[in-house]
């Protein structure tokens, strides 16, 4: 076995062994940091002034700005996925590297894109619980009047977001699975820094910014009427949370010392790579009684350009942000080259959030259009 054998078994066998997910409904993590209290209460942010109005008047109503009347066929649109000509391309190469969904029977593929749809929308479901948690974390300890008035609309805006998460998957979906634990583990260690940037980098750049990505995939994707309105109402919510992000961060790290961007660099970039992890899904494969590691090499290894692409557009959200907040090019460029090894670096012009989140205002074009 060759050195570069071994380190692609080396990273397998780590994304199986930390993608098990451990039992039980409740998780406690222990936080840390100051409780600010300020005393200035200065308009002074204007960007961030102009957030909070926008927030306020594109509030939306989970329980009755949906159509929660719309018939949904959890089993149709499984079928549908699973005869997609990636699923085919994805069906072979897994049987090429030996995994035992090679026998597997329509009816067992059927189940797993059954499986897959829970599983997806639960993760959504517990990201958003991450965020709401996360965001009011920022409101006790922001030290400024601004951030704070923002950061209670995005409170409002995450509660809402795991109640329609958790009804579309009660009410039109079959299962509520444990969160994925890559994205646990980023979520245990964006909350439980003491640094309250760190929070605003976790959430509000990487999680926040992979799940606007996300939520664009999905809703082009599915047909599914109710699924496409709930998302895009979200990600309405969701650019505003990345623009409060970097409009945040942007005044802050351009004082900080390049050691201190060097630690944001590593944990964006570690970042970077549990939410890739999280998308293996392995803990679904398990779930499926099947050995997720030839699927994982399969993932690694022998994908198409469309499915390289499919996996890069997840990112093309958070790289033009760190762009934006200097973390690219801070000190000698170490996050532009992990980016660049990761296949990321081409989203870096993208239009950043902060420029973009009044275009996708779905709530004020709603109410335009109604009246």
């Not at 293996?280 to 399969?298: A, K, L, N, S, Y």
């Not at 992990?338 to 990321?344: D, Q």
Request: aromatic residues 10%; negative net charge.
């Amino acid at each position: 076995m060759t050195s570069t054998d071994t380190g692609i078994e080396a990273e397998i066998d780590a994304i199986v062994e930390t993608g098990r997910s451990a039992p039980g409904d409740t998780h406690a993590v222990p936080s840390a940091g100051d409780i600010a209290f300020t005393w200035d209460y200065t308009r002074a942010r204007p960007g961030l002034s102009k957030l909070y109005e926008k927030a306020k008047t594109s509030q939306w109503n989970g329980s009755t700005d949906l159509p929660w009347d719309t018939d949904v066929d959890q089993e149709a649109l499984a079928r549908l996925m699973s005869s997609t000509p990636a699923s085919a391309r994805f069906k072979e190469a897994a049987a090429r590297n030996g995994s035992e969904v090679a026998k597997w029977t329509d009816a067992e593929w059927l189940t797993f894109e059954i499986e897959q749809q829970n599983a997806m929308l639960s993760n959504f479901l517990h990201g958003e619980q991450g965020a709401l948690l996360c965001t009011a974390k920022l409101v006790e300890q922001v030290p400024w009047i601004d951030a704070k008035y923002y950061g209670a609309t995005q409170v409002i805006d995450e509660a809402r977001h795991v109640e329609v998460f958790a009804r579309y998957l009660n009410e039109k979906m079959s299962g509520n699975h444990p969160i994925n634990p890559h994205l646990g583990r980023l979520l245990d260690a964006i909350i439980s820094d003491a640094r309250w940037d760190i929070t605003y980098l976790g959430m509000q750049i990487m999680v926040e910014g992979l799940a606007l990505a996300a939520f664009g995939w999905i809703h082009q994707l599915t047909p599914e009427p109710l699924l496409r309105q709930l998302l895009r109402y979200v990600m309405s919510d969701e650019a505003r949370h990345v623009a409060f992000g970097v409009l945040s961060l942007q005044e802050l790290y351009a004082d900080m010392s390049a050691a201190e961007l060097r630690e944001r660099q590593e944990f964006a970039y570690e970042a970077v790579l549990r939410l890739r992890d999280r998308w293996f899904h392995t803990d679904t494969w398990e779930r499926m009684g099947v050995d997720p590691r030839p699927i994982v090499r399969t993932m690694l290894e022998d994908r198409s350009e469309e499915e390289r692409q499919f996996g890069s557009i997840l990112f093309a959200k958070i790289v033009p942000n760190c762009r934006k907040l200097g973390l690219l090019d801070a000190g000698d460029g170490w996050l532009r080259e992990k980016f660049t090894e990761l296949e990321i670096i081409g989203y870096e012009h993208a239009v950043d959030t902060s420029e973009e989140y009044e275009d996708l205002d779905e709530v004020e074009r709603d109410r335009a259009e109604a009246g």
